[in-house]
């Protein structure tokens, strides 16, 4: 069955850097599209960032402006986001999911598998 | 870019039906059949209920429909039970090849 499963998160200050890494297994991690999506604390979802299966397409969201970096190593089925920068208002639970059709250029919404999610806390 | 419109909560009692809307421009919601509804109960990751507008995924129950007209989306739920009582997100593509969220909808059933 599908399975992600993120790590990473932790407790960093204000302005340091953190990457979180997603393990997927149960599915061919190469042909899917992958999000990660984050969620601060009793707050709503806010979507994140977009790969392309092959890592060629990346979106961001507005919000994001150059601080984060996306990426993915097929070889391992693992998807990445690596933070720089961190403020107070990033802390939050983040999510990868998995896009529910395969080959899509752009982010679409449709996230048919989701991790249980990591913790990022950043302290002032 | 704003979160899509969403109310902050709706409510009903067990078998009524209640709907959600969910707000955009053409930029968005109106121009796009890439609208998806996710629920999340507390301390759980979200689920997909509904896909590309209209479309419920193997596994949901058919008393979750989604509809959309101009500019605004809708999730219905009928035949409202205890274990619908949860958080509910409306996703749009928008027209920045990027994703948005709505703001949520708390749905208690009373």
């Known amino acids: 069955q599908v399975q992600l499963l993120e790590s990473g998160g932790g407790v960093v200050q204000s302005g340091g850097s953190l990457r979180l890494s997603c393990a997927a297994s149960?599915?061919?991690?190469?042909?899917?599209?992958m999000n990660w999506v984050r969620q601060a604390p009793g707050k709503g979802l806010q979507w994140v960032a977009f790969?392309?299966?092959?890592?060629?397409?990346?979106y961001f969201a507005d919000f994001v402006k150059g601080r984060l970096t996306i990426s993915r190593d097929n070889s391992q089925n693992t998807l990445f986001l690596q933070m720089n920068s961190l403020t107070a208002e990033d802390t939050a639970i983040y999510y990868c999911a998995k896009d529910s059709s395969g080959g899509w250029l752009t982010p679409k919404g449709t996230f048919d598998y989701w991790g249980q999610g990591t913790l990022v806390t950043v302290s002032s | 870019q704003s979160a899509l419109t969403q109310p902050a909560s709706v409510s009903g009692s067990p078998g009524q039906s209640i709907t959600i809307s969910c707000t955009g421009t053409s930029s968005d919601v109106g121009g796009y059949n890439f609208v998806s509804w996710y629920q999340q109960h507390p301390g759980k990751a979200p689920k997909i209920m509904i896909y590309e507008v209209s479309i419920r995924p193997s596994g949901v129950s058919d008393r979750f429909s989604g509809s959309k007209s101009g500019n605004t989306a809708s999730l219905t739920i009928s035949g409202l039970q205890a274990e619908d009582e949860a958080d509910y997100y409306c996703?749009?593509?928008?027209?920045?090849?990027?994703?948005?969220f709505g703001g949520g909808t708390k749905v208690t059933v009373l």
């Open positions: 790969i392309q299966h092959n890592g060629n397409n990346i």
């Open positions: 149960g599915f061919t991690f190469s042909t899917y599209g």
């Open positions: 996703i749009s593509y928008t027209s920045r090849s990027t994703v948005i």
